[in-house]
């Protein structure tokens, strides 16, 4: 079907509200989670909480947003038919690489009291395996170069925030909306230490002052491929550019921890303001992101395209199923009332839904970011009780073999090549596995069993 260029298009109809967060990030899943909440909270509570949305590496999404005014139609993927509803969050789209300086000044308004962001695992210049700033990262290497024309994210917070702080403005909140354990702590400790790499006061005023609440965030979305938004445009009659569609679930838990106590009334349309996110997110992080990382790489090895179909294999089904059981469960203090049992229940149906194709292709990108929180921490869990973990070990093995195929995309491509046939050579990268794990013979011998039985069998015999 052609691009649905000949159609009207999609136009705000409701005046913008006026800003009060600044979003990195303005891609699928800002436009499924963060913009919907925020637009929900106004609607219910008022308050001026428009998004300027920035986006960091090219205009694409000013170019689908600002001809429409910023608005754009969230598509809600129900078993029972799609569901639409227009969401006129965004009051601007900035193109961070165009106009660097604009993307400061807006970190700089007064009005502006939130910065959320939507960058994924590598976008925060750390190290996955501590969670500290990585200088050899390149886009840190620049910004501690140059902290006024800075490229990443944390590049623009330090530069933002050092305005404010001249200026005498209030704090900010910092809200990471990724799936990184922690992510609210690793999100602080980059960005301090860029800041204490120019500016020792700056880091501190930072320190004391602005705060960086940890998040879960949960609702799968999957891209939407160009066919499927002229579809949508033909069955509505209306071209929209920025169209975004998800699963009808949805879950946000935020630590309360609010600069000045500023936000939306995000609690009022459903989030979870709580006192503690780690155990919400060690258990979406293990059981959802584990299985899916899980059943991307042994699910494209088998021949899969979605999620969906991955689990309809009975053998692929059967083997998540024992993973969560036997492996993922046993590490987590669930959060209170939570029963993880019911939760993958839950899993397995939201996987299963017909409605959303959700490519093994897209999860299986940036493995080297996404195996530590998912798969190698509830392996180091048993592995300090002394317990083997073999379907985890298994799915490493999938990830090792997956680097040598056609579908690697990663920002670690070229080093992962390298050594896509050496798993001992893949388990000395120390920013993907913390030395204290691949120096455990008891590790490293499970890797070494799972990779010869998944390349000695066909993959039912290694999964059996
Ligand atoms: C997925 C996540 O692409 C991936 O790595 O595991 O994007 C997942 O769909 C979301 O975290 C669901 O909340």
């Given amino acids: 079907m052609p691009i649905a260029y000949d159609l009207p298009r999609l136009a705000r109809k409701r005046p913008a509200p006026r800003a009060g967060i600044v979003h990195f990030g303005p891609g699928a899943?800002?436009?499924?989670?963060?913009?919907?909440?925020?637009?929900?909270?106004?609607?219910?509570?008022?308050?001026?909480?428009?998004?300027?949305?920035?986006?960091?590496?090219?205009?694409?999404?000013?170019?689908?947003?600002?001809?429409?005014?910023?608005s754009y139609t969230s598509v809600t993927l129900a078993p029972d038919g799609p569901k639409r509803q227009v969401i006129d969050a965004i009051t601007d789209v900035l193109v961070a690489p165009e106009n660097p300086s604009a993307v400061i000044e807006a970190l700089a308004d007064p009005a502006i009291?939130?910065?959320?962001?939507?960058?994924?695992?590598?976008?925060?210049?750390?190290?996955?395996?501590?969670?500290?700033?990585?200088?050899?990262?390149?886009?840190?290497?620049?910004d501690l170069s140059h902290p006024d024309a800075p490229r990443s994210a944390p590049g623009y917070l330090v530069a933002g925030l050092a305005r404010r702080r001249a200026a005498g403005l209030a704090p900010l909140s910092v809200i990471s909306c990724d799936n990184l354990a922690g992510n609210g702590t690793i999100l602080r400790a980059v960005v301090l230490g860029l800041a204490r790499a120019h500016?020792?006061?700056?880091?501190?005023?930072?320190?004391a002052h602005c705060t960086f609440p940890a998040t879960m965030v949960d609702r799968i979305t999957p891209a939407m491929p160009t066919a499927e938004a002229a579809r949508m445009a033909h069955a509505a009659g209306l071209y929209d550019a920025a169209i975004t569609h998800h699963e009808p679930f949805r879950q946000w838990v935020i630590e309360d921890q609010f600069a000045g106590g500023a936000r939306p009334a995000w609690d009022g349309v459903g989030a979870q303001i709580v006192g503690d996110v780690a155990p919400f997110e060690a258990m979406k992080l293990r059981c959802l992101n584990g299985a899916h990382s899980a059943l991307a790489y042994l699910g494209l090895a088998a021949g899969h395209q979605t999620v969906a179909e991955a689990v309809a294999n009975p053998t692929l089904r059967g083997f998540i199923t024992a993973l969560w059981a036997h492996e993922v469960i046993p590490t987590l203090a669930p959060p209170e009332g939570a029963e993880p049992a019911a939760y993958c229940?839950?899993?397995?149906?939201?996987?299963?839904?017909?409605?959303?194709?959700?490519?093994?292709?897209?999860?299986?990108?940036?493995?080297?970011?996404?195996?530590?929180?998912?798969?190698?921490?509830?392996?180091?869990?048993?592995?300090?009780?002394?317990r083997p973990t073999p379907h985890l070990a298994l799915v490493v093995a999938a990830w090792m073999r997956h680097l040598s195929g056609p579908h690697l995309a990663d920002p670690m491509a070229d080093t992962l090549r390298a050594r896509a046939s050496d798993p001992t050579a893949l388990m000395a990268l120390s920013t993907i596995f913390p030395p204290a794990l691949a120096d455990d013979p008891r590790f490293a011998s499970q890797i070494t069993a799972a990779w010869d039985k998944i390349n000695a069998h066909d993959l039912p015999g290694a999964l059996a």
């Fill in 345 to 386: 229940a839950a899993l397995m149906t939201r996987f299963a839904n017909p409605a959303v194709a959700h490519r093994l292709a897209q999860i299986a990108m940036d493995g080297s970011q996404k195996l530590g929180p998912r798969i190698l921490t509830p392996m180091a869990v048993h592995l300090a009780q002394g």
């Fill in 113 to 142: 009291r939130i910065v959320t962001l939507t960058i994924t695992e590598k976008g925060y210049g750390h190290d996955p395996a501590t969670g500290e700033l990585n200088e050899g990262q390149p886009d840190i290497a620049h």
């Fill in 199 to 207: 500016d020792p006061s700056l880091a501190d005023w930072i320190a």
């Fill in 29 to 70: 899943f800002f436009r499924a989670f963060v913009a919907p909440y925020t637009q929900e909270a106004m609607d219910v509570a008022g308050g001026d909480w428009g998004i300027i949305a920035v986006a960091l590496r090219n205009g694409q999404a000013r170019d689908q947003l600002k001809p429409q005014g910023g």
